[in-house]
């Protein structure tokens, strides 16, 4: 089973570029260049030594001992969570405006859910000079204030979302309209492995930066460089294609995708795509979808509103296809649970997002000599008042 | 390969007969009111609009813009589905004669089953389909053969960025017409023609192409109409024309008010 992308943007059956002949030439253009600029020795040296000196990677692997005893396995914690910004989000940030300036592209636009991918965007922008748009859902900037005044200190303009739901996937669309509006110097930075082909692989292999690292942590570690579980929180998909990357090929590496359960996969406010989704195409793929029986999108419900997102990439739509992953879906409750238990037991507050990942292993059936990493994909100060709110700690 | 002109096919007839000015119009099914799909059609016709573009709301309209998508969101509040569009137009051509399109994003057109979506289209009398987020690759290795056995021409857009090797092969695969998207915008954007568009239609007209063009995306009034006239068969208005539809107001007497305006 093949589980990279293949020559025409497909996983498998999903994928594809499903854009408008307006956006033809932006992502044609993107398609025939980005592994030539990838690949390149100067863009590698360059993405490396940012990586490295202002991100601060690698990131370190940490055997969480007390959450091991806990759990009665090994458990390991990526820590993208240390990573500047705070989340995975940067790996990606980096290497699309390194490739935008080789691009000759002079402005960038991202959306934003939570914020955490427009602060990774804002920060690279600022770093580089672009000037910077962001859209965000209305709904989202009420949620997400903080993030909003914090990509505003960093110099970029925060336009809000006003079509539809108002949240992620009304940005996306507001987003790749205002491309559509401006073809022709400006990059669209999207912040997960979704979009249109060559995007989900572009982001995939930006953020497989840390199954790499992973590989040799491990082995300077455990003696060996594969682990038996990789567990991984999954709204679009980009931190858990990232920690899979190096491991998709090797059926002894078992995937686990936690997915936001929300209030419930049966109540009606979930965001549990690979259960409640069928095939569709939203966004420029044909991924696994949250959609009424007349094909209209379903706004979907997590607590988390990094996982809030009707869709998943169409690397993990495959993975599901194929069984190569296993999902499972976390409610809000199991999630904040989890995120309190990390709190107590190992002195780290994690995002919401990377809570669902912890909460999945209360699902799975382990043996004390399991090796699992858990990617902890980002801290929780954003989600302090969520964390707040919800008490019981 | 040239294809011989299929003279049963409404558009092609149009085309053949109709030299210039030719005016389309395009709006959103089951808006303002679910019942006024049918209506607006009948009204549009009775104006003498040559070809309607009849819209399938979508929740997530990307290439639209504002009023488009209002328009389609207030048609999913009315409960408008794609089923009760062609139950709406199942008999459509007992009363209107003029080429009937389909245009409509790719998602739910795939719930509803592609096939199925061909054969209800064809029964109804439609004659040609715009699906804006159908790449011409997937359109000819998924979708053509059904389309084809459903006598359904497929028009493709091009924009100002579209290459000149892109819009021959897009030509060469076009029977009907060519919607040429007048500057790089989502529908409903701008207002007036300038220079530069009048540089880049006159660039497609000198690429001599098979088929005609139409021209659409800020054709919003009289003076805009003729301009895109000028360098095409005709031109196409979508969101102007929506914004002059009220639920309050009597369809058929704004419909006609509207098109005063324009013709």
Redesign the interface.
């Known amino acids: 089973m093949q589980y990279k992308v293949d020559k ?1 943007g497909y996983y498998g059956n999903f994928g ?7 956006l ?3 992502v044609e253009e993107l398609r025939q260049n980005y592994l030539a600029i990838m690949e390149d020795p100067s863009f590698q040296q360059e993405f490396k030594a940012l990586l490295s000196d202002y991100v601060g990677r690698p990131s370190p692997l940490y055997l969480a001992q007390r959450l091991s005893e806990h759990f009665g396995a090994r458990v390991y914690l990526k820590r993208e969570d240390l990573n500047h910004t705070g989340a995975h989000k940067i790996n990606n940030t980096i290497g699309q405006i390194l490739l935008a300036q080789r691009l000759g592209k002079k402005r960038i636009i991202a959306e934003t859910g939570a914020g955490q991918h427009g602060v990774a965007t804002a920060t690279v922008c600022a770093l580089m000079g672009i000037d910077c748009v962001v859209y965000m859902g209305e709904v989202d900037i009420h949620r997400q204030k903080p993030n909003v005044e914090r990509m505003k200190l960093l110099g970029a303009k925060v336009v809000p979302a006003l ?2 739901s108002k949240t992620l ?2 940005a996306t ?1 507001e987003a ?2 205002h491309w ?5 110097d400006t990059h669209y930075i999207i912040g997960s492995v979704v979009g249109p082909h060559p995007y989900p692989d572009m982001v995939a292999r930006f953020q497989s930066v840390i199954s790499e690292e992973m590989i040799w942590q491990l082995e300077e570690k455990e003696g060996r460089k594969s682990p038996d579980y990789i567990v991984a929180c999954v709204g679009g998909g980009s931190n858990a294609a990232g920690s899979y990357y190096h491991y998709m090929d090797d059926p002894a590496v078992k995937l686990v995708a936690a997915e936001a359960g929300g209030e419930g996969i049966k109540s009606g406010k979930s965001a549990a795509t690979t259960f409640l989704g ?7 793929s044909k991924t696994l ?1 949250m ?1 009424t ?5 379903v706004e979907p419900h997590s607590i988390s509103a990094g996982l809030d997102y009707p869709g998943i990439g169409p690397l993990h739509a495959h993975l599901f296809d194929a069984g190569r992953a296993r999902f499972i879906s976390i409610t809000d409750a199991e999630a904040m649970k989890a995120g309190i238990l990390l709190c107590k037991l190992e002195g780290i507050i994690p995002a919401i997002e990377s809570a669902h990942a912890i909460a999945a292993l209360n699902k799975m059936e382990l043996a004390d000599a399991d090796v699992l990493v858990i990617n902890l994909s980002g801290r929780g100060d954003k989600d302090l008042e969520t964390y707040i709110k919800w008490g019981g700690y | 390969m040239k294809t011989a002109i299929q003279v049963n096919n409404r558009i092609n007839h149009l085309f053949k007969h109709k030299s210039r000015n030719i005016l389309s119009v395009y709006f959103t099914a089951g808006y303002p009111r679910i019942e006024d799909t049918r209506p607006t059609i009948e009204a549009l016709s009775a104006c003498g609009v040559d070809l309607i573009e009849i819209g399938i709301p ?6 639209d ?2 009023t488009i ?1 209002a328009s389609s ?1 207030t048609a ?1 509040d009315n409960g408008m ?3 009760k569009l062609f139950t709406q137009i199942k008999d459509i051509r007992k009363s209107v004669d003029i080429p009937l399109i389909l245009m409509g ?8 089953g592609l096939e199925e979506f061909c054969k209800n289209a064809r029964s109804a009398g439609i004659d040609g389909l715009i699906v ?4 011409m ?2 359109y000819l290795e998924q979708y053509k053969v059904l389309f084809d056995q459903n006598a359904l021409h497929n028009i ?4 100002p ?3 000149p090797e ?1 819009i021959r092969l897009i030509d060469e695969n076009t029977d009907g017409f060519i919607y040429m ?1 007048s500057s ?3 529908t409903g ?1 701008k207002s007036g023609i300038t220079p530069e568009q009048e540089r880049y239609f006159e660039r497609i007209n000198a690429m001599s192409l098979k088929n005609p063009t139409l021209i659409g995306f800020g054709i919003s009034n009289k003076a805009t109409f003729d301009k895109a006239c000028a360098y095409a068969r005709g031109a196409i208005i979508g969101s102007a024309f929506i914004k002059s539809l009220d639920k309050e107001k009597d369809l058929k007497g704004s419909i006609t008010d509207f098109m005063h305006t324009i013709k």
């Open positions: 025409n594809g570029a499903f854009i408008p002949e307006m033809y030439p932006n079509s539809g996937k009304d669309n790749m309209r559509i509006n401006n073809p022709v069928k095939p569709g195409v939203l966004h420029g979808l959609q029986q007349d094909g209209q999108v | 979508f929740s997530d309209p990307v290439a813009g504002p998508q969101q999913l589905t794609l089923a994003y790719v998602n739910p057109i795939l719930q509803f804006p987020d159908l790449p690759q997937e493709f857009l091009i924009s960025q579209t290459s892109r998207v790089a915008s989502i954007a």
